[in-house]
């Protein structure tokens, strides 16, 4: 739960490591023997380098408060690990739909163990909900996506893994700045340095804190003097989430969103997460529930339509945007708030989703930029990323050709302006 957020600190691994993931599990770098020599030679060359880095950042740690006992155990043993620099320098060239996300995040295993972990700590949990006002079955949920309950939690040296990246230097910053809290948190004495293990980007426990944000939002809610956010029970590491969650102004009882019925002619530009309106303005231009029931009052809501006129669209609340400081990715914020409903016992999406369109290369996607610049629909930009400059490039040609204004980037489109 903390990935680079614009943001929050605390997503502030999240978006660049993602949750603790089977990456974690990948072996150790082989040894110098083992490798061709070029590659032996660099990589002793980076250790070499490294280690002066180290004695640098000990210097500045010093400085700040860390203790010189605290910082050399810590960094017993600690080399440069060539694993995350490799994970860290990896840029998927494809993504994945929606759907297809949503069919894992919130597969039928997922939700029958939400419900039997519902079930098994269901007093803890209403102890939380009561001091902290969220609710159970979202921390259920946040849970489930993290880990998947706690079942992995990542294995990777959190000391290594942020000193490799702030070495590294892509993110030095941001990566020093999460090294010196993993300190602050060694020498408070909640962890030791052999326990403080995550994600390869340094998310850590059950529900993936960075360490900065652990510092700030961590709970020792089982009241035992220390805030175990990485031990088997889950308690304090769910008790964090959910204060994270209340700080940010979670609403509780309150929907993150609902499925809706689009008036027919409605105008896709209005359908923008930045776009809020209260809710009684969605209901005078006849935006109703899915099932025909008017929309809840639950504050200002803003349309959601993320796979286009053909896929469901959604009114999506202010909790929908709570979660998305825990990681700012509108999938993520969806999984969670389906995968919390269906926990409670919710249904499926009433309108499919179009799974027969395939995801877009990030290729495809400056493709697709570049074609339509070509045609007069100016992108502001071929960068392979789709934002609010292409999807208003794409509405506008898909007036002009008579089509839905949807501005969704899909294969069909591409082939279409090929």
Known sequence: MTRARIFSPLMAGLLLAGCASQADTAPAPPRAGTIGAPQAAQQAAASQDFAAWRNDFRRRALAEGIQPAVFDAAFKDIDLNH?????????AEFTRQLWDYLDSAVSSTRISTGQARLRELGPVLDRIEQRYGVDANVLLAIWGMET?????????STI????????????????????????RILQSGDISVAGMRGSWAGAMGHTQFMPTSYLEYAQDFNGDGKRDIWGEDPTDALASSAYYLSRFG??????????????QGFDYAQADQKHRRPVAEWRRLGVTQANGQPLPEAGDAAILVPAGAQGPAFAVFNNFYVI????????????VGHLADKIAGGSDFSQSWPRHERALSRTEKRELQQLLTRQGFDTQGADGVIGPNTMTAIRAWQQEQGLVADGYASASLLERLR
């Open 324 to 335: 998305k400081r825990y990681n700012n990715a509108t999938a993520y914020a969806m999984g």
């Open 148 to 156: 998947n309950y706690g079942s992995y939690r990542g294995n990777t």
């Open 160 to 183: 290594e893994g942020l000193a490799t990246l702030a070495f590294e230097g892509r993110r030095r910053q941001f990566a020093e700045n999460q090294l010196l809290a993993a300190l």
């Open 250 to 263: 979670w609403q509780q009882d309150a929907p993150w969103g609902v499925e809706v019925r689009l008036p």
């Open 83 to 91: 694993q995350v620099i490799k994970l860290d320098g990896g840029q």
